[in-house]
């Protein structure tokens, strides 16, 4: 069984309580027993996570080695140049190494849901959307490699994970597709 969830923002990744008690967990919202992540987001993102009954189907999804694609949509702030969607699209230095090549573009404004609570407004300073597709997922990749390009992120939604996609869900819904048992790949 595969299990498309649309997580909403504050909500841990996991099933088992929030330790220091600040927010919900996904035993809020999925009743399904013997299901686990494949792969996360962290409390701040919103959008597609994945949960599945299958081992092998959860390694495959979530290890890099795979290359499974992630989609976000990320608002940051201000305008970004053409020199800072390329730098993000290169592959830019972190503390722990450079990242792979992104795919990246700027893209209108989506129609979302309303984020609770919202983002912060800066009348002074404009926001951007970008769409961002990267294949390796290291702990809140986007949010830093938009900082490191001067590009700050305020929202954070990934949409997409390989084929599967966000469409349709609202935040806390989840869809089960039934499929069949995977083997796992040499």
Do not use: C
């Not at 927010?23 to 013997?34: A, S, Y």
């Not at 972190?94 to 309303?114: F, H, M, N, Q, S």
């Not at 590009?151 to 869809?175: F, I, K, N, Q, S």
Request: glycine share 8%; aromatic share 6%; net charge positive.
């Amino acid at each position: 069984m595969l299990v498309l969830f649309n997580k909403p923002y504050g909500v841990l990744s996991q099933f088992t309580s929030d330790p220091l008690g600040s927010g919900g967990t996904l035993r809020d919202f999925i009743p399904l027993r013997g299901v686990y992540p494949a792969g996360r987001l962290d409390k701040d993102s919103e959008g597609l996570l994945l949960l599945t009954d299958d081992g092998a189907l959860q390694h495959r999804i979530s290890h890099p080695r795979h290359k499974s694609w992630k989609t976000y949509w990320t608002q940051v702030e201000g305008r970004p140049t053409d020199d800072q969607l390329e730098r993000l699209r290169q592959g830019v230095i972190l503390k722990d190494g450079p990242t792979r090549p992104a795919r990246v573009r700027a893209i209108p404004e989506p129609d979302l849901w309303p984020r609770d609570p919202p983002i912060r407004f800066r009348q002074s300073i404009p926001t951007t959307w970008i769409e961002i597709a990267i294949h390796e997922g290291r702990n809140r990749q986007v949010r830093r490699m938009t900082a490191a390009v001067d590009l700050p992120t305020l929202r954070l939604v990934r949409v997409a994970v390989g084929d599967w996609r966000l469409d349709g869900l609202r935040p806390g819904e989840y869809r089960v597709l039934n499929q069949p048992r995977s083997r796992a790949r040499s």
